[in-house]
């Protein structure tokens, strides 16, 4: 018999349904990762192609190497990008989207193509709100 209340749900049963809403739900911890303030950056930066830890954060202006760090653990944890150590002299680590990282990462990008292309409409919409 078991002892596992009925109203909790069983986040490692396969059949059922991915449904972000649901609050067990799997995937909403990965979009948590991915939408993220440096997940978005991370990912969409990687989108030009391999970086090295160092490059990656000079794109990413204004994050913390240790927030760097820990944002690429999450994504590569997450299956979106893959570290790769290069065998060179000194050895570098160089960072890539996996498929599914190009996925998320382009629809990323579209996102922040219509921020930026949108920006006086959202500073209009900003004033507005503050003015009242």
Not at 1 to 12: F, G, K, L
Not at 59 to 66: H, K, L, P
Not at 96 to 103: A, F, I, K, P, R
Request: aromatic letters at 4%.
């Amino acid at each position: 018999m078991s002892t596992r209340p009925t109203d909790q749900v069983d986040t490692d049963d396969p059949t059922l349904e991915a449904d972000v809403f649901a609050r067990n739900c799997q995937s909403r911890p990965v979009l948590q990762d991915v939408a993220s303030r440096w997940g978005v950056l991370a990912l969409v930066a990687l989108r030009a192609g391999p970086y090295r830890f160092s490059a990656l954060r000079r794109r990413v202006d204004g994050i913390s190497e240790r927030m760097l760090s820990q944002t690429l653990q999450t994504l590569e944890r997450d299956g979106m990008i893959n570290r790769e150590v290069q065998q060179s002299i000194p050895p570098h680590v160089e960072y890539t989207l996996t498929e599914l990282g190009e996925q998320v990462a382009d629809r990323l990008e579209a996102l922040i193509v219509v921020l930026e292309t949108n920006i006086e409409t959202i500073k209009a919409a900003q004033d507005a709100y503050h003015r009242e």
